[in-house]
C-alpha cells in the first residue's frame, strides 16, 4: 500500500513547499522510498532541494498528472505532490475525469490531502470549498503555519476544524521557524539536514550556532508531529476506536525521536 500526498491550499505564500520538503525530510532519514512531483514551473522547492527525489509535472498536461499514480508502481512507498497556487482547477478536472481518488481506493491505496493555511480569510473560505467537494476516502490534514499567521480565530469560529475531525482528519499547528535561519536554509539550495550542517562558507549561507540550534529544535518538532500522524494512521487500521488511537499516538510521538537528534 503506497499514500499519495497532496500538498496544497490554493493560495501563495501560506508555506506549502515547506510542509513538502519536512515531508521529504521526514522519509529521508528514515530510508523510507518516496518520489516527489513539483508543479511550480518558476521556483519549484522540492526541485530545488531534492533534485534527486523530485520530478516537474504541469497541472494541465494529463499525461504529467498520470505519472504521480504511475510513480505507485515503481516500489514507492510515499509520493508527494506539491502543489503551487491556482491549481485546484486543473488538479480537480483530472480527479474527475478519470475518477483518481476513487482509484487509488481501489488499489488500496491512500490519498493524503495537507491543505496548508494562514491567519486570513481567503484562506479558510478556499478551505471550505475544498470540503465540500472532497471525497471522505482522502484524509485532510489541516496545516495551521505559525509562520505566516498568529491568529487563527476565523479559522477556529469557522467550524472547520470540527468538520475535519468529523470524517476522521487532522488539525496541526506548524511552528514558526525564525526567519533570517529559513531564509539562510532556504539560500543553500539544499536539503533542511545539508544546510542545517553546513560550516563552508564556499558552499552557502552558514547558520550561527543558535540558528543552527533552533533550527534542529523546529526540525525535532515538526518530525514529531509527522510521527504521531502516521502513528495515529496505522493504530485507526488496527482498532475501530480511533480517538484511542489518537491518544496512543500523541503519547508516543511526545517520546524522543532518535532519527532526528542529529537532523
Not at 126 to 148: E, F, K, T, W, Y
Not at 171 to 200: G, Q, R
Amino acid at each position: 500500500m503506497g499514500r499519495v500526498h497532496w500538498v496544497g491550499g490554493e493560495k501563495g505564500g501560506v508555506g506549502k513547499s515547506v510542509v513538502a520538503r519536512l515531508l521529504a525530510q521526514y522519509w529521508i532519514d528514515r530510508a523510507i522510498p518516496w518520489t516527489g512531483f513539483d508543479t511550480d514551473r518558476s521556483h519549484g522547492a522540492l526541485l530545488r532541494y531534492y533534485s534527486d527525489y523530485a520530478t516537474p509535472i504541469e497541472v494541465d498536461r494529463v499525461e504529467d498528472l498520470d505519472r504521480i499514480i504511475e510513480a505507485l508502481d515503481e516500489r514507492n512507498e510515499e509520493v508527494v505532490v506539491d502543489l503551487a497556487a491556482q491549481t485546484e482547477a486543473g488538479l480537480d478536472a483530472w480527479f474527475d475525469s478519470g475518477e483518481v481518488l476513487e482509484l487509488l481506493d481501489q488499489l488500496g491505496h491512500e490519498s493524503w490531502y495537507w491543505y496548508v493555511i494562514d491567519d486570513g480569510k481567503d484562506s479558510v473560505r478556499l478551505l471550505a470549498r475544498l470540503l465540500d467537494r472532497l471525497p471522505r476516502s482522502s484524509h485532510v490534514v489541516c496545516v495551521l503555519n505559525r509562520g505566516r499567521g498568529r491568529d487563527f480565530s476565523l479559522f477556529e469560529e469557522s467550524k472547520l476544524r470540527q468538520r475535519i475531525e468529523q470524517r476522521g482528519g487532522d488539525v496541526i499547528e506548524l511552528p514558526a521557524l525564525h526567519p533570517e535561519s529559513m531564509l539562510k536554509m532556504d539560500a543553500y539550495d539544499k536539503s533542511f539536514w545539508a544546510a542545517i550542517h553546513n560550516t563552508d562558507p564556499s558552499e552557502g549561507p552558514c547558520l550561527t550556532r543558535m540558528q543552527r540550534q533552533r533550527a534542529k529544535v523546529f526540525i525535532r518538532k515538526t518530525q514529531a508531529l509527522l510521527r504521531g500522524l502516521f502513528t495515529a494512521a496505522a493504530a485507526d487500521e488496527r482498532t475501530e476506536d480511533p480517538i484511542a488511537s489518537r491518544i496512543f499516538a500523541r503519547s508516543f510521538a511526545a517520546e524522543p525521536d532518535e532519527t532526528v537528534e542529529d537532523a
